[in-house]
C-alpha cells in the first residue's frame, strides 16, 4: 500500500536506512492517516491526491455527489439481499429451480405490463415465494397484472400471505393500501378479516369500499354502515346493494339494514338521486325484508321515488 502511495506521489518517505528501507517522521504518518481518514469516505486516490494538494480544493461538491453514489450502491445492495433473500424462501432443489425464480422477478420487474404479466402465469410451476408475490401486488398499478398477481398470491393461501399484505393496509398511499385490501378479499382465511376491518375506517372511500364489500360477503355485520355510506355516496352501489341483500338472509342482520337505509331516507329527503338508490336497495333485499319500507315509499311526496317504489313493488320476487 505504501508502495502505491509512493508511486502516486500521495504520501513520500522522508528519506531510506542503509538497508533501503524507507523511513517516515512523524508529519508523514500524519499524512498516511489523512489519505487513509479520505479513503474511508470513498474518495479514490486521485480525489484524494487533489484534496490534500488543492488548497482552494470545495469539499461540498464532491461529499455531495459521493452521499448520491453511496444511496445508490445501498439501494442496489438491499435490491440483491432481497432477491437473495426471494430465492432462499423459494427452497430451491438444484440451480434450475434458482434460474426459474431469478426468471420470475427479472419479469415481474419489467417496464412492460404484458410482461410481467406473463412472467406471473408462466411461472405457475414455479415455487414462488408468498412474500415476492404479496411485494408485487402492493406495487402493481396495471389491473391485468394485478389480477394475475392475486389470483397466484390466492393460491399460494397461507397466513404468510395475509400478513405480508396487512403491511400494505397502513401504507401511507391509499392507492397502495387499495392493492393491498383488494387483494385481501380474495384471500381464503379467517385471519384476513381481521386485518380488513381495520380498513373499514379508512378515510379513503376507494379502501374501505372494497374491504366492506369483501367482509360482507363473509358474512361480517361490520360492514352495514360502510355499505350503506356507498348506496348513499354511489360508490359502487350497486355492488354494495348485492351485498346488504345477502347478509339480510339473516332476520338479526335484516333489521339493522332496513333501519340503516330508513334512516339515510329521512336524512336525503330532498336528494332524489340518492333516494332512488337507496330505494333499490331495499329492493335487493330478499322476500318481505323492507317491503313494508317500499309500500311507504310508494307514497312518498316525491313523485318520481313514490313510482319507482310502486314499480319495484309489483315487480316479481
Excluded at 132 to 148: I, M, R, S, Y
Excluded at 204 to 233: H, I, K, N, Y
Excluded at 252 to 278: T, W
Amino acid at each position: 500500500m505504501l508502495r502505491h502511495y509512493e508511486s502516486l506521489g500521495l504520501v513520500r518517505p522522508t528519506g531510506r536506512t542503509v538497508g533501503g528501507y524507507r523511513e517516515y517522521r512523524a508529519e508523514d504518518l500524519r499524512r498516511i492517516f489523512e489519505v487513509e481518514a479520505l479513503r474511508s469516505l470513498g474518495l479514490s486516490l486521485r480525489q484524494v491526491g487533489q484534496a490534500l494538494e488543492d488548497p482552494g480544493f470545495e469539499p461540498a461538491a464532491l461529499i455531495g455527489e459521493l452521499i448520491l453514489w453511496a444511496e445508490d450502491r445501498v439501494r442496489r445492495e438491499r435490491e440483491l439481499l432481497e432477491r437473495l433473500r426471494a430465492v432462499d424462501a423459494s427452497s430451491p432443489a438444484g440451480w434450475p429451480d434458482v434460474l426459474r425464480i431469478v426468471e420470475l422477478m427479472r419479469g415481474l420487474g419489467s417496464p412492460d405490463a404484458a410482461r410481467r404479466q406473463q412472467a406471473v402465469l408462466a411461472g405457475e410451476d414455479v415455487p414462488v415465494p408468498v412474500e415476492l408475490l404479496a411485494g408485487a401486488v402492493l406495487a402493481e398499478a396495471d389491473p391485468n397484472v394485478a389480477g394475475a398477481l392475486r389470483w397466484a398470491l390466492a393460491r399460494s393461501g397461507g397466513g404468510e400471505g395475509v400478513s405480508s399484505l396487512a403491511v400494505g393496509v397502513s401504507s401511507g398511499d391509499a392507492a397502495v393500501r387499495r392493492r393491498a385490501v383488494v387483494a385481501l378479499g380474495e384471500m381464503p382465511g379467517d385471519e384476513v378479516v381481521a386485518v380488513l376491518a381495520d380498513a373499514l375506517g379508512d378515510v379513503e372511500v376507494s379502501v374501505r369500499g372494497p374491504a366492506a364489500l369483501a367482509l360482507g360477503s363473509r358474512g361480517v355485520v361490520g360492514a352495514v354502515p360502510v355499505l350503506v355510506g356507498m348506496v348513499v355516496d354511489g360508490v359502487n352501489d350497486v355492488e354494495a346493494a348485492e351485498v346488504l341483500g345477502e347478509l339480510a338472509v339473516d332476520p338479526g342482520r335484516a333489521d339493522l339494514i332496513v333501519g340503516a337505509l330508513a334512516g339515510e331516507l329521512a336524512a336525503h329527503a330532498g336528494d332524489r338521486a340518492v333516494r332512488f338508490r337507496l330505494v333499490q336497495a331495499l329492493a335487493e333485499l330478499p322476500g318481505e325484508v323492507g317491503r313494508g319500507l317500499l309500500v311507504e315509499l310508494a307514497g312518498d311526496g316525491d313523485r318520481a321515488v313514490a313510482l319507482f317504489a310502486g314499480t319495484l313493488l309489483r315487480r316479481p320476487v
